[in-house]
């Protein structure tokens, strides 16, 4: 059995927020292969729904709920007069309570062959009745678990041997969740040659993902975020200081950990990469000047930014399995389109209100991002989008471009994009061997791009 | 030779040399003569890239803004790769440790040794 939380924050005070894909991760990540995953809401005006993601649909949930428990309608628990011990932040709230007790508090899903048994259209939703609040799940994992991830485990190992200043920000973050994309894809391009060593494969994996923690940790300070993976950034609970300090040992760390494997090809390739992030993450900075900017810059942005470390980690994994030269270099042009992919997947996430993260963050924070790109360029909405976007930036006006984008072709293009770069990434696959991964790197390439959060 | 490479690795950083770099570059020289004749510029490099990288960031003081900070990255990052290219497996290691050190020290507000100090010893064949 296995015990955690859920951490989200939302944005409206009424908002469903599909939870579907963190369940997923938590699902992989354990390990759970047969057995059940009991959700419990951990708040009295959070409920708990399965059903169909259809932005309508959810638009005729939330006029249901306004029909059978209308806000304002006068409930007795927001006669404040009568109640006693009453605190002083005390919200009007009565609506809410009633709208959870038509919503149910706790559920149990079913997970078999290590996934969650969901209908075609089903997805699980965390329904906030009386937002904006930071909100948490209690989640139990139970049943039967196959042996421990080795990342996983490789991950723990590391931050258990790490002093305190520096491993418990980093535990925090690195509990929260994240997708491991980069961690997985080194571990299957590491069974594709004829050496295999899964636990220097496993050491590779857990310092790649650390080495992409740690350049977070310094985004997150440079970006002024305040939340990631629905908890405060390092910078945000711990202060710019020592975020520099924690991102700097973990740089540290994971370049002592990959120079230890003793592969020269893989340090050299790893180490490409984490210069290209850093230009491009100076080159990102300098682009806010004139932004959204255009699409060659983000192409080039995103190539260092995002691309390189999914290109090196599909690389690096090969090289340590003595792959041939073309397989090295067919698996490393499939990483970098993969990246650019994912990249344009995650920037359109930023308009979807279901994604468990503020909508508009990326417009606020000025970040490079597609959909805005493509937004000011349109005929229509374009002329409103640019002249918004050259002023100050409030809550009105992020909603407004948000909505403007929404408006627009520019999300369609976006997903199109996304996913003509996911079929490129797989046409590099064609003309290699691949010992039987093909349909997972498939897989996977096609979930990196087709998300919610 | 060791101008050429000076020359190609410093693009995006030109600024810096003038800006110290090439102070702490040629401090570095001496503790590099054990090393293969191609290497030495490399090593040198990296380790002055090093030490001026983490001034930058502000590691164990005020910190750095965000400009500054993504410059001292990019110093890191760069040094890392020409360790990568130019170093032993031990040295790569040393230098990667004395990086730790320096940034744990910061993290728990504890002085730690002299950045040129330590980064001199990662030079050092171990005992």
């Known amino acids: 059995m296995i015990a955690k939380r859920l951490h989200f924050e939302t944005t409206h005070a009424t908002e469903f927020v599909d939870v579907t894909a963190q369940l997923r991760d938590e699902v992989r990540r354990a390990g759970l292969r047969l057995g059940r995953v009991h959700l419990q809401s951990l708040h009295t005006t959070v409920g708990l729904a399965v059903n169909e993601n259809e932005p309508l649909l959810l638009q005729d949930f939330q006029h249901l709920l306004e029909k059978l428990a209308p806000s304002g309608a006068g409930y007795e628990h927001d006669d404040f007069a009568r109640r006693i011990e009453v605190a002083l932040d005390e919200p009007v709230n009565g609506h809410a309570h009633c709208r959870q007790l038509l919503l149910t508090g706790f559920a149990t899903l079913l997970v078999e062959d290590g996934e969650l048994v969901l209908g075609r259209w089903q997805s699980v939703f965390a329904v906030e009745l009386d937002g904006p609040r930071e909100r948490e799940l209690a989640i139990q994992l139970d049943g039967e678990f196959t042996a421990p991830d080795l990342v996983e485990l490789e991950l723990a190992r590391q931050l258990q041997a790490d002093p305190d200043p520096v491993a418990l920000p980093m535990r925090r973050l690195v509990e929260a969740g994240g997708k491991r994309l980069r961690p997985r894809l080194v571990l299957l391009t590491s069974r594709i040659g004829p050496r295999q060593e899964p636990l220097r494969a496993a050491a590779l994996a857990a310092a790649v993902e650390l080495l992409h923690n740690a350049t977070l940790i310094h985004d997150d300070y440079v970006d002024e975020s305040t939340h990631r993976r629905g908890r405060p950034t390092v910078v945000a609970a711990e202060g710019a200081e020592r975020a520099i300090a924690v991102g700097d040992y973990y740089f540290a760390k994971a370049t002592r950990l990959i120079a230890e494997i003793g592969n020269r090809k893989v340090t050299s390739t790893v180490a490409a990469a984490i210069e290209a992030i850093c230009a491009s993450q100076i080159d990102d900075v300098a682009l806010r000047g004139t932004f959204p900017g255009d699409h060659d810059s983000y192409l080039r942005v995103v190539r260092g930014k995002t691309a390189a470390l999914f290109s090196a980690a599909c690389a690096s994994g090969a090289l340590l399995s003595d792959a041939k030269p073309e397989v090295v270099d067919a698996l490393s042009r499939y990483g970098d389109l993969l990246g650019v992919a994912f990249q344009m997947a995650d920037d359109m996430v930023d308009f979807s209100p279901n994604s468990g993260k503020p909508v508009g963050l990326d417009i606020r924070q000025r970040v490079l991002s597609l959909p805005l790109i493509y937004a000011a360029e349109d005929r229509e909405v374009g002329p409103e989008v640019r002249r918004l976007l050259a002023g100050s930036l409030g809550d009105a006006e992020v909603g407004r471009v948000a909505e403007l984008v929404g408006a627009s072709d520019a999300l369609r293009r976006v997903g199109d994009e996304a996913r003509g770069l996911v079929e490129a990434a797989l046409h590099e696959l064609e003309a290699i061997e691949l010992d039987g991964l093909r349909p997972t790197l498939i897989g996977l390439a096609r979930s990196a791009v087709d998300r919610v959060s | ?127």
Request: glycine content about 8%; some cysteine; overall charge negative.
């Open chain 2, 1 to 127: 030779m060791s101008v050429q490479v000076i020359d190609r690795e410093l693009e995006r950083l030109e600024g810096l040399w003038a800006d110290g770099l090439s102070d702490a570059y040629r401090s570095y020289l001496g503790a590099v003569e054990t090393f293969d004749a191609e290497a030495q510029p490399k090593l040198a490099l990296a380790a002055a890239l090093i030490e001026v990288g983490l001034r930058l960031q502000g590691l164990g003081g005020p910190a750095a803004p965000p400009a500054a900070l993504l410059m001292g990255d990019l110093c890191l990052a760069r040094a890392s790769r020409l360790l990568a290219d130019a170093a032993s497996q031990r040295v790569q290691v040393a230098f990667a440790t004395a990086i730790g050190d320096m940034a744990s020290s910061a993290a728990s507000g504890t002085l730690g040794r002299p950045v040129r100090e330590l980064l001199l010893n990662a030079f050092e064949p171990s005992r």
